[in-house]
């Protein structure tokens, strides 16, 4: 199951492997959830909340403010953003999409007749790349 995945890929610390699930579609149930924050997986947050997860990213971001000696600088930026400012229609319309292809979203997404540039940003693909926080002004 894809539960199964994705909890076996957040315990063992694969990200990458994590963040290619969770762009694919994998649903996120607390304790998945719990297994990013209990690991501080800080460099997930950009994807998670790119996916959707809005209150767990908000949630996260309260935590990372009260402790951020323990976070790098450029996420705590993020998160600061995430706080501060209300998500864009742009990130709204892609959760909404993600929604209606859900399941087999790389499957469906395949099929619709989209430019690239508009089938990675729906699979979250712009929290992929460089930079490692995504600007919020996007």
Same mark, same amino acid.
């Given at each position: 199951s894809n539960a199964a995945a994705i909890h076996k890929s957040l315990f063992c610390g694969f990200h990458e492997i994590s963040k290619l699930l969770i762009q694919c579609g994998c649903t996120l149930n607390n304790a998945a959830l719990h297994l990013v924050l209990s690991s501080?997986?800080?460099? +997930?947050? %950009?994807? !998670?909340?790119?996916?959707?997860?809005?209150?767990?990213?908000? =949630? $996260?971001?309260?935590?990372?403010?009260?402790?951020?000696?323990?976070?790098?600088?450029?996420m705590f930026d993020w998160a600061v953003g995430i706080?501060?400012?209300?998500?864009?229609?742009?990130?709204?319309?892609?959760?909404?999409?993600?929604?209606? +292809?859900? %399941?087999? !979203?790389?499957?469906?997404?395949?099929?619709?007749?989209?430019? =690239? $540039?508009?089938?990675?940003?729906?699979?979250v693909g712009?929290?992929?790349a460089q930079p490692k926080y995504p600007s919020r002004n996007k």
């Open positions: 501080k997986s800080w460099d +997930l947050m %950009p994807v !998670i909340h790119g996916a959707g997860y809005h209150y767990f990213s908000r =949630t $996260v971001a309260v935590q990372m403010v009260k402790n951020e000696q323990e976070v790098d600088l450029e706080l501060s400012s209300p998500a864009s229609l742009q990130h709204h319309c892609r959760i909404a999409i993600r929604r209606c +292809l859900h %399941p087999n !979203i790389l499957e469906k997404i395949s099929k619709l007749k989209l430019p =690239t $540039v508009i089938k990675d940003f729906i699979l712009p929290c992929l």
